[in-house]
């Protein structure tokens, strides 16, 4: 019972995150109303007093960015448990990334939430996010069991990792 609750859990707040492709708008909102483009003091300011790491500058072949971790944020009820990243090139945000480990939440789960909201899962067409494959994980290269979803500007990737223990859902804004 525990487990169904965590899966209907995280998958009220992607549906919550989603919403605004619902209404017609290619804005996307994420949680305490964040953004792509926000610079990184935006980003700590609109997440309030949560605690966080910064790495500043790091270089993922031609692009340099920061970072903010929060780590271990309830999603959203207490029943799962996740690591959220936000990347920024430029001081603009242009990524969102949040890991869970399988134990939480089962990848199929994550997949069929994923789904229902945006259709079918496609491959990742790396193509389309260019420099910004940083955003996937530090090696800069995708996962072996990767899908996809765009919707308008936005690019949704699931990963699961090869161990099958960890995955991640990446937002990453295609106008970045």
């Excluded at 919403?19 to 996307?28: K, N």
Aim: hydrophobic residues 45%.
């Amino acid at each position: 019972m525990k487990k169904l609750i965590a899966i209907l859990t995280v998958l009220s707040i992607l549906c919550a995150a989603f919403a605004v492709f619902a209404e017609g708008t290619t804005e996307f909102t994420f949680r305490n109303n964040v953004k792509f483009g926000m610079s990184a003091q935006e980003v700590i300011d609109s997440e309030g007093n949560a605690f966080f790491e910064r790495d500043v500058e790091h270089t993922r072949g031609p692009v340099n960015y920061d970072e903010l971790q929060y780590e271990n944020i309830v999603i959203p009820e207490e029943n799962v448990m996740a690591d959220l990243h936000y990347l920024f090139a430029g001081d603009k945000l242009v990524a969102i990334r949040l890991e869970y480990e399988t134990r939480n939440i089962s990848y199929e789960a994550l997949k069929a939430g994923l789904s229902k909201d945006f259709g079918e899962a496609g491959p990742l067409d790396q193509a389309l996010i260019g420099d910004k494959i940083f955003a996937l994980d530090d090696e800069g290269r995708p996962e072996r069991n990767t899908v996809a979803w765009v919707t308008g500007s936005v690019m949704v990737v699931l990963e699961l990792d090869d161990d099958g223990e960890d995955m991640t859902v990446t937002f990453i804004d295609l106008n970045a």
